[in-house]
């Protein structure tokens, strides 16, 4: 039954027709979700945080806020963990029901010790394992350097990170997490980098998908994105490669293995500057297996320090190289750990730089702006045999982008007092890798979620303009591109349960002899909003959530009657949490859906339900056949992080 009044807001607080400090809210259902909380890396001051001032009474996103939240002037001005615990309710406590991290990137993470420890939001916050594991390292030595190292005191402090972190809940792919009395939310394997997930939440029968970044296509180290059909109302994706097709990944991996195995067999020594997380596993593991299926002998080193750790992380959630259930993608079994490399291994101390013979060597900063990257390449830039080869976006003015430009007297340390000039003899190549999804893999994502409009976020002004026309001829779907602060309305044909007895349940499925079929109910009376007479279970007192359903299972129970049931197939279908009755209403409903009315039909066949699992398993086929083929040659999004800890392209 429609509402003309239900509708889905959503604001972008950050990465509104921008890439950076992602963080999107949307209120859905009576429910406010806050979807990542992430810095820009290319701001200095307090605009790298997402503007969550917006929230507040009388901010251009305060539409969207928890209906308890926000109604008691500023937030916390302590700006530490214990302070913040300790003052005064902070209009921000629960200025959103729920929060959700999908991978551990900075300008998608990044800002949460602030928003937490700063700022005093209390309520829940939800990431995988992986993404807290990484995450940690990853804003440790971030902290270290804004803090300890460039003083910028704005920035929270270690404690404030710990302090955040320690109120994470973890969730698992597929598993649905009821994150309010009748919010959930469930995970689906984005690709991108390890641990990274799209989000679909549900609320009282309003449907919403967040992509954060994802990946169309598989690399060597991670499948490709995975997700049933799940026709939300408003799909929230990336954009970031939306007006690009990437030529195929086998061709860069190829490209990449040939130049470094021909150097190395001429004797050079091989430069790979690389930034410590995502990239620096997938090349590794790149070399290792070609070493082995080649049989090269040439030492590959990584730099110890932030690469050395990040490995170590990569061994420890290694299942997250392979998307969960998902058919001939089972995770690699605990003795074939893809980052268990065989070839590679920590470069000794400096003084290795001057040995003779050829090697390989993986170090950090991508860029070449300073560190142990740059340190190797003033030692071995002068040899003609030797090669740096850059696999990432470069900023201006940094030497990696002075050697993209081809010039051969680069300035180091440029615009510091330590500035100096040096000459480039060795080789200089490049090979664009991306963890992002192109034009062709967003296309697919769209014609095969089939949402009724498209909000597109985490983009370049210019491109998502092309993108957003492109999506309404192609598809005729709505799309939005807002800039931070402003609404997205949606309006929403929400599902409301269906509550009906036992004895008229069997009444319709065993009509009297002679009996022409008719309806047993019609139409889809109101009742109890999703899940909220749930028989078993119940919230947590302390964080108002409760998980439900099994991890491993695609989309959710529905046959024992006590988890939340599938509603994938249709947006508008009811769902239901009555116990045993829920299960069968939901295999009336979906007998009528498929019988082409409206009405239920008594005595319709539930086999409907088994046809629609094994639809939704086809369904959640990888991404990457589809979009290989749809994929042309040419043209080609490079890849590129904004800082010293990985970033967002
Ligand atoms: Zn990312």
């Known amino acids: 039954m429609s509402t003309s009044a239900a509708k889905i807001v959503a604001v972008p607080l950050g990465a509104g027709q921008e890439i950076g400090r992602s ?15 992430g810095i820009h890396t290319a701001f200095t001051d307090e605009r790298c945080f997402p503007r969550f001032d917006m929230l507040l009474p009388g901010g251009a996103a305060a539409a969207v806020a928890a209906a308890g939240g926000g109604g008691s002037g500023g937030g916390s001005s302590g700006g530490s963990a214990s302070a913040a615990a300790d003052a005064a309710p902070s209009a921000y406590a629960h200025v959103v029901d729920a929060l959700v991290i999908t991978h551990y990137h900075l300008d998608h993470v990044g800002a949460l010790p602030h928003f937490v420890s700063v700022l005093g939001y209390r309520g829940p916050i939800f990431m995988t394992s992986a993404t807290r594991g990484i995450a940690q390292t990853m804003l440790l030595d971030y902290v270290y350097v804004m803090r300890d190292r ?11 990170l710990l302090y955040a972190l320690s109120r994470v809940t973890v969730i698992s792919l597929h598993e649905r997490v009821r994150a309010t009395s009748s919010l959930t939310l469930t995970p689906y394997y984005a690709g991108h980098v390890l641990g990274a997930v799209m989000v679909h939440a549900e609320a009282a029968g309003h449907s919403v998908v967040y992509t954060g970044d994802f990946n169309a296509t598989a690399d060597g180290h991670l499948g490709p994105a995975a997700i049933p059909p799940l026709r939300p109302h408003l799909l929230i994706t990336e954009s970031t490669y939306a007006s690009s097709t990437r030529s195929s ?7 990449f293995v040939r130049l470094v195995a021909e150097a190395v067999a001429a004797g050079g020594k091989v430069l790979v500057p690389v930034y410590g997380f995502g990239r620096a596993q997938e090349l590794q593991l790149l070399l290792d297996t070609a070493w082995q299926e080649r049989r090269l002998s040439a030492p590959i080193y990584f730099a110890q320090g932030a690469m050395q750790r990040a490995n170590l992380l990569y061994r420890l959630y290694a299942s997250w190289s392979r998307p969960r259930g998902v058919e001939g993608e089972a995770p690699p079994p605990p003795d074939r750990c893809p980052f268990a490399f065989k070839h590679v291994r920590p470069f000794g101390s400096k003084d290795m730089l001057d040995a003779p013979g050829a090697c390989v060597l993986f170090a950090t900063p991508g860029m070449l702006f300073a560190g142990f990257a740059l340190e190797a390449f003033k030692h071995w830039a002068g040899g003609e045999a030797n090669l740096v080869l850059l696999p990432s976006y470069c900023s201006p003015a940094t030497v990696g982008a002075q050697l993209l430009q081809g010039k051969r007297l680069v300035t180091l340390r440029q615009g510091t007092p330590e500035a100096e000039q040096l000459h480039v003899r060795c080789r200089i190549e490049t090979v664009s890798f991306s963890a992002h999804a192109d034009a062709a893999g967003l296309h697919w994502l769209v014609r095969h979620l089939a949402p009724h409009h498209v909000m597109l976020v985490h983009g370049d002004r210019p491109k998502v303009a092309v993108f957003k026309s492109a999506l309404a001829r192609s598809f005729g779907v709505r799309a939005h591109a807002p800039e931070n602060g402003e609404s997205v309305h949606v309006p929403a044909d929400p599902s409301v349960a269906v509550e009906v007895s036992k004895a008229l349940l069997a009444a319709a499925r065993s009509p009297p002899a002679g009996a022409a079929p008719g309806p047993a109910f019609c139409g889809r009376p109101q009742g109890a909003e999703r899940g909220e007479a749930r028989p078993e279970g119940g919230l947590d007192p302390e964080r108002g959530w409760e998980r439900s359903g099994d991890a491993t299972d695609g989309g959710g129970g529905g046959s024992d009657g006590g988890s939340i049931a599938d509603s994938e197939d249709d947006a508008d279908s009811s769902v239901l949490g009555m116990g045993e009755a829920g299960a069968e209403v939901l295999e009336v409903a979906e007998a009528a859906e498929a019988a082409g009315s409206e009405s239920c039909v008594a005595g319709a066949e539930p086999p409907v339900k088994r046809r629609r699992r094994a639809e939704r398993l086809a369904a959640e086929e ?16 490079r890849g590129g992080e904004a800082a010293l800890w990985g970033g967002h392209r």
Do not use: N, W
């Open 622 to 637: 990888p991404l990457s056949r589809l979009a290989e083929v749809e994929a042309g040659s040419g043209g080609g999004g």
């Open 150 to 160: 460039k003083q910028v005191e704005f920035i929270y402090t270690k404690e404030d």
């Open 249 to 255: 990944q086998k061709r860069h991996e190829d490209k």
């Open 23 to 37: 963080c999107v809210v949307v209120r859905m259902g009576g429910h406010s979700v806050m979807f990542d909380c």
